[in-house]
């Protein structure tokens, strides 16, 4: 049960695009196509963004998108916007257990 | 409107119990596996415990497991969060989050649990 490995920080400018990096093993990322994007701002609870590696929920922007490749999952935010800056965290399903990565900070500069 | 609303947390000395709740309304909750996941203060996300529809297939992460005990009320629409021995480590908002088969959705607001003599 060893947590996914996400940059810590990654940063943009409005109208740019930025990718985070979610990487695990072939018993999570790697195993199952179930990873999961989450949005936190600050104070709040987590937001569901990405699921099943790339679907977006109704109401989630089209300028975030999701990909997988091996063990690495990412998540793109394109045409960046001030609100988006907040932490990101992947999930994995992963048979009996469910892991998290340790969660990135987004600065939108 | 699906809605997630946690309550029981609070402070509590090392060794202690707590007994959180989580009422769930707007959908039909015995349909869907529920999960709690907490957040250390500054710190990510963990996953805790996972509770099957009709509580048939109940998992635990090893952080926990032997000392937290996850149950549900489909009845009241209420899952439940036993944790025994507690430690300074288990400090942390506690949230409860709707399993949707491979993700979380909604989450409720959390409530913080703070283990401290």
């Known amino acids: 049960q060893s947590a996914l490995t996400q940059p810590r920080s990654v940063s943009g400018s409005p109208g740019q695009s930025v990718t985070i990096s979610c990487t695990g093993t072939s018993s999570d990322v790697g195993g199952y196509n179930y990873v999961s994007w989450y949005q936190q701002h600050p104070g709040k609870a987590p937001k569901l963004m990405i699921y099943?590696?790339?679907k977006r929920p109704s109401g989630v922007p089209d300028r975030f998108s999701g990909s997988k490749s091996g063990n690495t999952a990412s998540l793109t935010i394109s045409g960046l916007q001030a609100e988006d800056e907040a932490d990101y965290y992947c999930?994995?399903?992963?048979?009996?257990?469910?892991?998290f990565g340790g969660g990135t900070k987004l600065t939108v500069l | 409107e699906v809605q997630l609303v946690e309550s029981g947390g609070g402070l509590v000395k090392p060794g202690g119990s707590l007994r959180l709740s989580c009422a769930a309304s707007g959908f039909t909750f015995s349909s869907y596996s529920m999960n709690w996941v907490r957040q250390a203060p500054g710190k990510g996300l963990e996953w805790v415990s996972s509770i099957s529809s009709s509580s048939s297939y109940i998992y635990y992460a090893d952080s926990v497991k032997g000392r937290f005990t996850i149950s549900r009320d489909n009845a009241k629409n209420s899952l439940y969060l036993q944790m025994n021995s507690l430690r300074a480590e288990d400090t942390a908002v506690y949230y409860c989050?709707?399993?949707?088969?491979?993700?979380?959705?909604?989450w409720g607001q959390g409530t913080l649990v703070t283990v401290s003599s």
């Open positions: 989050a709707r399993d949707v088969v491979t993700r979380f959705d909604p």
């Open positions: 099943d590696v790339s």
């Open positions: 999930c994995s399903y992963a048979g009996s257990y469910r892991v």
